[in-house]
Each structure stands twice: as C-alpha cells, then as structure tokens.
C-alpha cells in the first residue's frame, strides 16, 4: 500500500495550492479519504473528507477552510486532490492523505505547505 502526496510548497497569502495524493495496493474506488495537516506544535487535525461514491460520495470540511478548499478525487487516476485557495498563514502545516474503510486505515508521508509572505 502506498499514498504518495505531492503538490506542497511555499505560497504567499491569498494564493493557491493543490495537493494530490496518489493511491496503490488497495481498491482506491471504494476507499474514503481524507486530508489531515499538522502544524508545528499543534494536534494533527483533519481538514477534508470524501467518501466513497458507492457510500454517497459526499465531502465534508474543516469549518475554517469550507469556501476555500475542496477535495475531490478521480478513481480512474486512483488519486485524490486537496484545491486549495485564498491561503492563509494558519493553513501552513504538513499535509497528509489518508485512506480508511471498515477494517484498515492508510496514511501518507505527508507534504509541506507554508503560506508566508
């Protein structure tokens, strides 16, 4: 199983970002997933969710980034995206992918955003 993310980096506030996290080793398809980031010193807090089109496919967002980021994904690609726009500061974390399911629960390396002027 591997979740390999990309697409970090340094920003300046109000500018945009996307992540993406590509999937292997399990049925990415019928997988939710998540994007969690952590900041220095802070708890790991989780961001976005989508879940699987087969249990609905709905998303669902931290309150402090609903507006400005949207997660979506493509199982064609078996790769799930983090859009992110309007960057503040705050959202300077590292950001990692998770996939998760009934009985298993994945996680990525994670990727650097820095939102700094």
């Known amino acids: 199983v591997q979740l390999v993310e990309s697409g970090g980096g340094l920003v300046q506030p109000g500018g945009s970002l996307r992540l993406s996290c590509a999937a292997s080793g399990f049925t990415f398809g019928s997988s939710h997933m998540s994007w969690f980031r952590q900041a220095p010193g802070k708890e790991r807090e989780l961001v976005a969710t989508?879940?699987?089109?087969?249990?609905?496919?709905?998303?669902t967002y931290k309150d402090s980034v609903k507006g400005r980021f949207t997660i979506f994904r493509d199982n064609a690609k078996n790769t799930v995206y983090l859009q992110m726009n309007n960057l503040k500061p705050e959202d300077t974390a590292v950001y990692s992918c998770?996939?998760?399911?009934?009985?298993?629960?994945?996680w990525g390396q994670g990727t650097q955003v820095t939102v700094s002027s």
């Open positions: 989508i879940i699987s089109a087969g249990a609905g496919g709905t998303t």
């Open positions: 998770n996939a998760w399911g009934a009985d298993y629960d994945y």
